[in-house]
């Protein structure tokens, strides 16, 4: 038998298109619609590479444990931990994710989601500046010109150029390929720079000496800019500050390829401030190109709990927060913590090396679906439902608006929300009785 179902929620990258058409015949996917490549296969390759229970590590070897085992040893391992580590959350919903921040509360722990290694910096300068930000919907409708800074969303998020950028014809566009201008600003010529308007390539690192340049030029002292910066001509830089100026609405998308370079948040504080500049003259919004699912509903979540966006610190009875000193990678790197919890993320394969040592020394319980590298650094993995397949909450879109993912499967796995608050009661449970 086969079934549509239709306004699936693709749960992989940070555009959370909700548009996805998912066939079903008796009961497995046999064919996914609108998404893109990335999308489509994790549907498609869903149900070959799920475990299929709970396993531990018992030596050299792999046992097959009950999920009652496993909940088990979670809450011995948490509860008794001195600096327990819970990391990860972007591939969980917000429901997830405000059970882990209350948890890292309850066990003195410190919560961080994997923004620690893309957009923490974007948090930091937004915290100091502020962010003229807008939807993709406003982006969709009225933006004649966009800047793809430091990312490259061709391959990283397939469908952000088709739903409200260069392809999308929308309320005001009736042909956005022709009538939008979109300038790509890159190290190298990745296949968005191939489709840009303009192509501004600049050297590793150039990116505060281009976003300072064209302030300047905007501001009318391109005299004083030198011939070249950062490998860029000054004639192009005349060239793009005059485009940026002649839009009517112009929206500057930026990756990581900015925060994770040289400068890192002040990247980002410069380039809100050449936005406020631009904004003296016409409208312009900046906003960040969130990767994860729900790394944005991460921020949302610990900072309705705890005051603070990412890398919380309860170790002091009361929230703390230092990027840099309670993020996950320092925490690891100075061998700190003694147990560690990932969610639906994987450091194994991220994190410096250094990290993933201590991860296998220590006790690491890994919550997620599928193998990955981090599996070989865990002493227990537990496979849950998969959120937008057959779990289903609340995530955050890139640009913050919250988006209800869809359950339209039943695999028999339990969610994630529903294990981690069983480990939750129960430590609560002992420390009360403590
Ligand atoms: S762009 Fe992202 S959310 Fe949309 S279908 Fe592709 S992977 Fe999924």
């Known amino acids: ?21 998912i066939e079903l015949t008796d009961r497995k996917i046999s064919g996914v619609e609108n998404a893109c490549t990335l999308g ?14 709970p396993i531990m590590r018992k030596g050299d070897q792999w046992i097959d444990v009950s999920y009652e085992e496993a909940i088990d040893y979670a809450v011995q391992i948490l509860s008794e931990a ?25 066990i003195g722990g410190v919560v961080d989601s994997t923004t620690s290694v893309c957009h923490g910096p974007s948090i930091l300068a937004i915290q100091e500046v502020g962010h003229p930000g807008c939807t993709l919907g406003q982006v969709k409708n009225r933006a004649d010109t966009i800047i793809y800074w430091g990312s490259n969303p061709i391959e990283a998020h397939p469908r952000h150029l088709s739903r409200y950028t260069n392809y999308a014809d929308a309320y ?38 281009v976003l300072s340049a064209l302030r300047t030029i905007i501001r009318g002292r391109a005299d004083i800019i030198p011939d070249m910066v950062a490998g860029v001509p000054k004639s192009q830089l005349i060239r793009v500050a005059d485009i940026c100026k002649q839009a009517k609405f112009g929206a500057l998308f930026f990756g990581v390829g900015v925060t994770m370079t040289g400068g890192k948040y002040k990247n980002i504080r410069n380039a ?21 699912s ?32 309670t993020t996950a990678v320092d925490i690891l790197a100075r061998g700190e913590a003694d147990a560690a919890l990932i969610m639906a993320s994987d450091p194994g394969a991220h994190f410096p090396r250094v990290c993933s040592e201590h991860l296998a020394k220590i006790p690491t319980i890994l919550f997620d679906p599928y193998p990955s590298a981090t599996t070989h650094l865990c002493t227990l993995q537990i496979p849950s439902a998969v ?4 779990a289903e909450g609340t995530a955050y879109r890139m640009d913050g608006i919250p988006i209800r993912t869809r359950k339209f499967l039943d695999n028999g796995y339990p969610t994630d929300t529903s294990l981690l608050e069983q480990i939750y009661s129960r430590i609560k449970e002992l420390k009360g009785n403590a």
Request: overall charge negative; some cysteine; aromatic content about 12%.
């Open 172 to 209: 005001f566009f009736h042909n956005a390929f022709r009538e939008r201008k979109v300038i790509v600003v890159d190290v190298r010529k990745t296949a968005t720079a191939e489709i840009a308007t303009e192509y501004v390539q600049l050297e590793q690192g150039g990116d505060y000496h």
């Open 272 to 292: 809100i401030e050449f936005v406020d500049e631009l904004n003296r003259h016409t409208k312009w919004t900046i906003s960040p190109m969130r990767g994860h």
């Open 40 to 53: 489509a296969h994790k549907f498609l390759d869903d149900a070959g590479n799920r475990l299929k229970g």
């Open 387 to 390: 959120n937008g397949i057959d």
């Open 294 to 325: 729900n790394v944005y509903g991460s921020n949302e979540v610990f900072t309705w709990i705890s005051g603070y966006p990412f890398a919380v610190d309860y170790s002091r009875g009361i929230a703390f927060y230092n990027p840099g000193e």
């Open 82 to 106: 001195d600096r327990p580590l819970l990391y990860g959350w972007s591939g969980c919903v917000t429901e997830t994710q405000a059970i882990g921040a209350h948890l890292a509360e309850l």
């Open 1 to 21: 038998m086969v079934d549509n179902i239709r306004h699936v929620v693709c749960p992989y990258c940070g555009c959370l298109c909700d548009d996805i058409l």
